[in-house]
């Protein structure tokens, strides 16, 4: 994690990192003003929390209480040496709980993470560099000894040599990337998370049987998304972007709204639109660029190429983003490699969706087969030492797909977690399977898995795709787990050179009767394919477009950025058109309009019931602000101080909208229930001499928004190289 420090007046600091910031000074005994902790004072107290996080963790789990727990830390000091301390960490526990878990506490304790590094003992590495923001080196640990090279199978060159190439591709665009945790809990189960050491909403995780593989994982899946512009799908680009000569790739082409706002001439081909468009209810404005919001330019397309005839297809930038998310994207060492990778992955999402949806049964992968990948059983007897059942299965629907399944199951919680991997060798594909059941995760994480159901409409309804596209954690359903199953064990191989496990990907694609659509980047310096398979690979349902479209922020982004200095006819109009849009009330304003606020702020909580909330209060519109704020404090799951606010709120509208009730006579116990800073923010709001209380302003230009401002900077280096690569101003 990149922590930057400012030296504030006199001996005072401030560190900043991701979206928090902490203040230090020192006593006044040291020529300090002592307004905050010591530095070696947080040291201290974040041991402390660390180990009491771990016991909450463990208690959470087992649903024990911890409201009589105690625990507390001393630093007992050498007298001959000071940097030689004793760390004594003690926890009281109630009587009433049992031996095992009084054990099972201490255990979670000593897997403090700050203890376990101080224990272990960090090396410092101290450098001067001309500029903190250009010193783009890779902030990556266990760098390959000179000359080793580790080939696995599906690459086209070695591990070591990909892991170069690829962590000098981000030092090229500026970008510091760093390893912000490693997981290894059973044998040869690998994963991390990396990100944007600058910009942390830019990151990726990675897995594989060793950690140079799940880093390898990792780096390529993160250029994979820098390529297809992933890490800033639905995020506003700007003004500067929107109005530059390309707002994605520069051979982008835009087509201009019609007066009837049908679809553009040239904007996708026959087979596409008898997809996309069935009824002929979609329109032009409903493509219009969620990014740039610049209407002006009509429709922003990207150029895809039909793999059956080479021709090239104009797709809505608006469509991708949409309806594929991440699906269908890959790098690789060669085009042919990524192009199986990407191909993999989209079998394996949509045999996934059929095998759940569906509520297929699956046959075992048989023990005498498994038992020819001894590291993957190892695995598996990691997890089933820990408790853990595991089943293995055959997902190829009878050797028609090259899919495997790792299935979880946690007696102590009833949970189910189904992973599922695709390569064409079936080694690779069970592994991918368990690597992906595991990645990020800890023994306690499987504490949080769904119950299985019988409910058919719980596991088929879309959004718990979703769920199981972005980490798997959707319900299954019990027919599932049948020891009856619906296709017999096939024990396929699709294997070959990757250019000949490419040309078998895209023949049963071909075979199932589907078109395919791929874009190629090359100008960051690595082969990145992005495949599209028309009514197959999608994530999200056709009908979004029309009816839940990423780009109903352009309706909305506008004046929420400038809502300070909106009229009251403009604010009006604006609760207007926020009450007729039928918006999820509880969906949050950064979702809505494409913009980033700090999650510790009014606005990084705010919603569009809230939103509505401060308008009506603004407007002077008592009435309907408190039907609002009861069923805010009806449904919500805000903060400790949000709620506080609108129960303060409830109470000022309900003595203000009474006739018989005086706010005076009421303000002093208000005052001591609420805080007396809490009840001038309510009283102001309410009666019109404060606007919008915790929404700093902001507009267009984004002022103010640092969080939004490092992820354009971090979309701003792309840009640029796009830009230089083909010979282009910005």
Same mark, same amino acid.
């Given at each position: 994690?990149?922590?930057?420090?400012?030296?504030?007046?006199?001996?005072?600091?401030?560190?900043?990192?991701?979206?928090?910031?902490?203040?230090?000074?020192?006593?006044?005994?040291?020529?300090?003003?002592?307004?905050?902790?010591?530095?070696?004072?947080?040291?201290?107290?974040?041991?402390?929390?660390?180990?009491?996080?771990?016991?909450?963790?463990?208690?959470?789990?087992?649903?024990?209480?911890?409201?009589?727990?105690?625990?507390?830390?001393?630093?007992?000091?050498?007298?001959?040496?000071?940097?030689?301390?004793?760390?004594?960490?003690?926890?009281?526990?109630?009587?009433?709980?049992?031996?095992?878990?009084?054990?099972?506490?201490?255990?979670?304790?000593?897997?403090?993470?700050?203890?376990?590094?101080?224990?272990?003992?960090?090396?410092?590495?101290?450098?001067?560099?001309?500029?903190?923001?250009?010193?783009?080196?890779?902030?990556?640990?266990?760098?390959?000894?000179?000359?080793?090279?580790?080939?696995?199978?599906?690459?086209?060159?070695?591990?070591?040599?990909?892991?170069?190439?690829?962590?000098?591709?981000?030092?090229?665009?500026?970008?510091?990337?760093?390893?912000?945790?490693?997981?290894?809990?059973?044998?040869?189960?690998?994963?991390?998370?990396?990100?944007?050491?600058?910009?942390?909403?830019?990151?990726?995780?990675?897995?594989?049987?060793?950690?140079?593989?799940?880093?390898?994982?990792?780096?390529?899946?993160?250029?994979?998304?820098?390529?297809?512009?992933?890490?800033?799908?639905?995020?506003?680009?700007?003004?500067?972007?929107?109005?530059?000569?390309?707002?994605?790739?520069?051979?982008?082409?835009?087509?201009?709204?019609?007066?009837?706002?049908?679809?553009?001439?040239?904007?996708?081909?026959?087979?596409?639109?008898?997809?996309?468009?069935?009824?002929?209810?979609?329109?032009?404005?409903?493509?219009?660029?969620?990014?740039?919001?610049?209407?002006?330019?009509?429709?922003?397309?990207?150029?895809?190429?039909?793999?059956?005839?080479?021709?090239?297809?104009?797709?809505?930038?608006?469509?991708?983003?949409?309806?594929?998310?991440?699906?269908?994207?890959?790098?690789?060492?060669?085009?042919?490699?990524?192009?199986?990778?990407?191909?993999?992955?989209?079998?394996?999402?949509?045999?996934?969706?059929?095998?759940?949806?569906?509520?297929?049964?699956?046959?075992?992968?048989?023990?005498?087969?498994?038992?020819?990948?001894?590291?993957?059983?190892?695995?598996?007897?990691?997890?089933?030492?820990?408790?853990?059942?595991?089943?293995?299965?055959?997902?190829?629907?009878?050797?028609?797909?090259?899919?495997?399944?790792?299935?979880?199951?946690?007696?102590?919680?009833?949970?189910?977690?189904?992973?599922?991997?695709?390569?064409?060798?079936?080694?690779?594909?069970?592994?991918?399977?368990?690597?992906?059941?595991?990645?990020?995760?800890?023994?306690?994480?499987?504490?949080?898995?769904?119950?299985?159901?019988?409910?058919?409409?719980?596991?088929?309804?879309?959004?718990?795709?979703?769920?199981?596209?972005?980490?798997?954690?959707?319900?299954?359903?019990?027919?599932?787990?049948?020891?009856?199953?619906?296709?017999?064990?096939?024990?396929?191989?699709?294997?070959?050179?990757?250019?000949?496990? @490419?040309?078998? /990907? +895209?023949?049963?694609?071909?075979?199932?009767?589907? #078109? $395919?659509?791929?874009?190629?980047?090359?100008? %960051?310096?690595?082969?990145?394919?992005?495949?599209?398979?028309?009514?197959?690979?999608?994530?999200?349902?056709?009908?979004?477009?029309?009816?839940?479209?990423?780009?109903?922020?352009?309706?909305?982004?506008?004046?929420?950025?400038?809502?300070?200095?909106?009229?009251?006819?403009?604010?009006?109009?604006?609760?207007?058109?926020?009450?007729?849009?039928?918006?999820?009330?509880?969906?949050?304003?950064?979702?809505?309009?494409?913009?980033?606020?700090?999650?510790?702020?009014?606005?990084?909580?705010?919603?569009?019931?809230?939103?509505?909330?401060?308008?009506?209060?603004?407007?002077?519109?008592?009435?309907?602000?408190?039907?609002?704020?009861?069923?805010?404090?009806?449904?919500?799951?805000?903060?400790? @101080?949000?709620? /506080? +606010?609108?129960?303060?709120?409830?109470?000022?509208? #309900? $003595?203000?909208?009474?006739?018989?009730?005086? %706010?005076?006579?009421?303000?002093?116990?208000?005052?001591?229930?609420?805080?007396?800073?809490?009840?001038?923010?309510?009283?102001?709001?309410?009666?019109?001499?404060?606007?919008?209380?915790?929404?700093?302003?902001?507009?267009?230009?984004?002022?103010?928004?640092?969080?939004?401002?490092?992820?354009?900077?971090?979309?701003?280096?792309?840009?640029?190289?796009?830009?230089?690569?083909?010979?282009?101003?910005?």
């Amino acid at each position: 994690m990149e922590i930057k420090v400012n030296f504030l007046d006199n001996l005072r600091l401030e560190a900043k990192f991701d979206d928090f910031t902490v203040i230090t000074d020192q006593p006044i005994r040291y020529k300090g003003d002592g307004s905050a902790p010591s530095p070696f004072d947080y040291f201290l107290a974040s041991s402390a929390l660390c180990a009491a996080y771990f016991v909450k963790v463990y208690c959470n789990s087992r649903d024990i209480p911890t409201d009589n727990i105690r625990l507390s830390q001393n630093n007992i000091v050498d007298p001959e040496n000071r940097y030689n301390q004793i760390f004594k960490i003690q926890v009281e526990l109630p009587e009433d709980i049992s031996e095992k878990d009084r054990q099972g506490i201490l255990r979670s304790i000593d897997r403090c993470t700050v203890k376990k590094v101080v224990q272990t003992g960090p090396e410092f590495q101290l450098e001067v560099v001309e500029n903190l923001d250009e010193d783009a080196q890779a902030l990556l640990i266990g760098k390959p000894a000179d000359g080793q090279e580790t080939y696995i199978v599906g690459k086209d060159a070695p591990l070591e040599q990909t892991i170069q190439k690829m962590t000098g591709i981000l030092a090229d665009l500026g970008m510091k990337i760093e390893i912000a945790s490693w997981r290894n809990i059973v044998p040869n189960v690998w994963s991390l998370h990396v990100r944007d050491a600058a910009s942390p909403m830019c990151f990726t995780n990675g897995k594989g049987a060793t950690k140079e593989a799940a880093l390898c994982s990792a780096l390529g899946e993160f250029i994979e998304r820098l390529s297809c512009n992933f890490f800033y799908n639905d995020q506003f680009f700007g003004q500067d972007i929107a109005n530059a000569p390309f707002v994605h790739y520069p051979d982008e082409r835009w087509f201009p709204l019609t007066e009837d706002d049908s679809l553009p001439d040239g904007l996708l081909d026959e087979h596409c639109l008898a997809i996309y468009n069935p009824d002929g209810e979609l329109c032009g404005s409903h493509l219009i660029d969620t990014n740039s919001g610049n209407i002006d330019r009509g429709i922003c397309a990207l150029p895809y190429v039909r793999v059956s005839d080479g021709e090239t297809v104009y797709f809505p930038s608006n469509l991708i983003e949409n309806l594929y998310l991440s699906n269908g994207m890959s790098a690789g060492n060669t085009l042919p490699e990524a192009q199986v990778q990407c191909l993999s992955e989209i079998f394996e999402r949509a045999v996934k969706r059929e095998i759940i949806e569906q509520e297929l049964a699956l046959p075992d992968v048989p023990a005498d087969v498994l038992a020819k990948y001894p590291k993957i059983v190892a695995g598996i007897q990691g997890l089933e030492a820990q408790g853990f059942p595991v089943l293995v299965k055959d997902a190829s629907l009878g050797g028609r797909f090259p899919v495997a399944c790792v299935t979880l199951m946690n007696p102590r919680t009833g949970g189910v977690f189904a992973s599922f991997g695709a390569h064409p060798t079936m080694e690779v594909a069970i592994e991918r399977s368990l690597t992906e059941l595991l990645q990020g995760r800890s023994f306690e994480g499987l504490n949080d898995l769904p119950l299985p159901t019988f409910n058919s409409m719980a596991v088929s309804e879309p959004n718990n795709f979703v769920e199981h596209f972005i980490d798997s954690t959707g319900v299954v359903s019990w027919r599932f787990f049948s020891n009856k199953s619906d296709y017999t064990f096939v024990p396929w191989d699709f294997s070959g050179s990757n250019q000949e496990e @490419a040309d078998t /990907l +895209f023949n049963i694609l071909e075979d199932l009767g589907k #078109e $395919v659509y791929m874009a190629v980047h090359t100008d %960051l310096g690595a082969p990145v394919c992005r495949i599209l398979v028309p009514d197959y690979s999608e994530v999200y349902p056709v009908e979004d477009l029309i009816w839940d479209n990423t780009n109903k922020a352009l309706d909305f982004r506008e004046d929420i950025l400038n809502i300070h200095r909106l009229s009251e006819d403009e604010l009006a109009e604006l609760v207007e058109r926020l009450e007729e849009s039928q918006l999820d009330a509880y969906s949050d304003i950064i979702t809505l309009i494409g913009v980033e606020f700090d999650e510790n702020t009014v606005w990084g909580q705010l919603t569009i019931l809230e939103l509505k909330i401060m308008i009506y209060l603004a407007l002077g519109q008592h009435a309907q602000a408190l039907e609002l704020v009861e069923e805010f404090l009806q449904y919500n799951d805000n903060t400790v @101080a949000r709620n /506080l +606010f609108y129960r303060a709120m409830s109470a000022v509208l #309900e $003595v203000t909208l009474s006739d018989d009730l005086a %706010l005076e006579d009421f303000i002093e116990n208000f005052e001591r229930m609420y805080g007396t800073d809490t009840m001038a923010s309510v009283v102001g709001s309410v009666q019109g001499t404060e606007r919008f209380p915790g929404l700093t302003e902001t507009d267009m230009q984004l002022t103010g928004l640092e969080k939004h401002q490092r992820l354009l900077d971090s979309y701003q280096k792309l840009h640029a190289a796009r830009a230089r690569k083909a010979g282009m101003a910005t």
